[in-house]
């Protein structure tokens, strides 16, 4: 298994057809894909042009964990199909340890985003308005307060370079229709609370998350896409929680607050980033892995 960054990869066995800000699509036959989890990352909605090392298989690894640990409550797109046995034997390396093969589903488009903490955007909403996508919140609240009980805060499903707009239950009752939106509701919160409440015995923080759906052609709602990774997720060290301030977290945040140090309008190309916001970003990744895992 290759310690090489994998910026993008370059399959040749199977029919490419697309490249997300970190994730990779191939085509495996006509009814499923192999996910390939690059080392990309992406910051104010801008591609960096360096990786962080050994992202795509945390990634990879945190979110298989997760499918497999919160099955009992929603299917997910995994097939258990060994990503090593769809592509070329001179690919296999490439993608080791960072693909999964899973089934082809029609996503339904909306960020499905659950709030245990007032952190972010759900934050700067309450300053101005005192609720959340909609949702009106106890007065008084401070900054990364745990809310009375976690809430769903859709987001809208931006194009690339556009920012995700936060949008009220009823944008999602417009989008997916009344049944797919209650469901993806109810899931979206049973899937957070019991991942929040595993994860906190690890010593991590789940603050909020985001989780994407897809539908089968009976209209059975599947869990697709990454799965409570420090990616679509904010962790933070239970040990260094307080209230009243924007905790650490083990994710891009490191990069995220180099970069607002820098001279840069948040269009791309971005900085490129020092060696040692590199390597301290990617034992961020590998810390939280190693919390939630045990391994």
């Given at each position: 298994?290759?310690d090489t ?27 499923k894909l192999?996910?390939v ?6 910051a ?9 090392p050994g992202?795509?298989?945390v990634l990879?690894?945190?979110s298989?964990?997760?499918f497999?640990?919160l099955k009992?409550i ?7 199909i060994d990503?090593a046995?769809v ?12 693909a ?8 339904l ?13 759900g934050w700067?909403?309450y300053?101005k308005t005192?609720?959340?996508c909609?949702i009106?919140?106890p ?8 809310l009375?009980?976690?809430i ?6 931006a194009?690339?370079?556009h920012?995700d707009?936060?949008?009220t ?9 009344p049944a797919?939106?209650?469901k993806?509701?109810?899931?979206s919160?049973?899937?957070?609370t019991?991942?929040?409440?595993f994860?906190?015995t ?6 909020d998350?985001k989780f ?10 599947v869990?697709?896409?990454?799965a409570?990774t420090p990616d679509?997720?904010?962790?933070w ?7 009243g301030?924007s905790?650490?977290s083990?994710?891009?945040q ?14 791309a190309?971005?900085p490129?980033?020092p060696?040692?916001?590199l390597t301290?970003?990617a ?8 919390m939630l895992?045990g391994n």
């Amino acid at each position: 298994m290759s310690d090489t960054p994998l910026y993008q990869s370059s399959l040749k066995s199977l029919p490419f057809l697309h490249r997300g800000k970190v994730r990779d699509l191939y085509a495996v036959g006509d009814d499923k894909l192999l996910v390939v989890q690059s080392d990309r990352l992406s910051a104010f909605d801008v591609i960096l042009d360096d990786p962080i090392p050994g992202k795509g298989r945390v990634l990879t690894e945190v979110s298989t964990f997760w499918f497999d640990k919160l099955k009992h409550i929603v299917p997910n797109h995994l097939t258990g199909i060994d990503p090593a046995s769809v592509v070329a034997p001179e690919e296999r390396a490439q993608i080791a340890g960072r693909a999964m093969v899973v089934k082809k589903y029609q996503p339904l488009l909306v960020e499905a985003v659950v709030r245990g903490y007032l952190i972010g955007s759900g934050w700067s909403d309450y300053q101005k308005t005192g609720a959340i996508c909609g949702i009106k919140l106890p007065a008084g609240l401070k900054q990364a307060q745990k809310l009375p009980a976690p809430i769903f805060t859709p987001a809208s499903k931006a194009p690339a370079g556009h920012h995700d707009e936060n949008i009220t239950y009823e944008d999602v009752v417009a989008t997916v229709g009344p049944a797919h939106a209650a469901k993806v509701r109810e899931l979206s919160i049973r899937l957070y609370t019991e991942a929040a409440a595993f994860a906190v015995t690890r010593g991590i923080i789940i603050a909020d998350t985001k989780f994407e759906f897809g539908s089968d052609a009976a209209g059975n709602i599947v869990l697709i896409d990454e799965a409570l990774t420090p990616d679509s997720s904010r962790f933070w060290p239970a040990a260094e929680y307080r209230t009243g301030i924007s905790p650490p977290s083990f994710d891009k945040q490191f990069v995220r607050d180099w970069l607002l140090t820098q001279p840069w309008d948040k269009k791309a190309p971005a900085p490129r980033l020092p060696a040692d916001v590199l390597t301290k970003t990617a034992a961020k990744y590998r810390e939280a892995q190693r919390m939630l895992l045990g391994n």
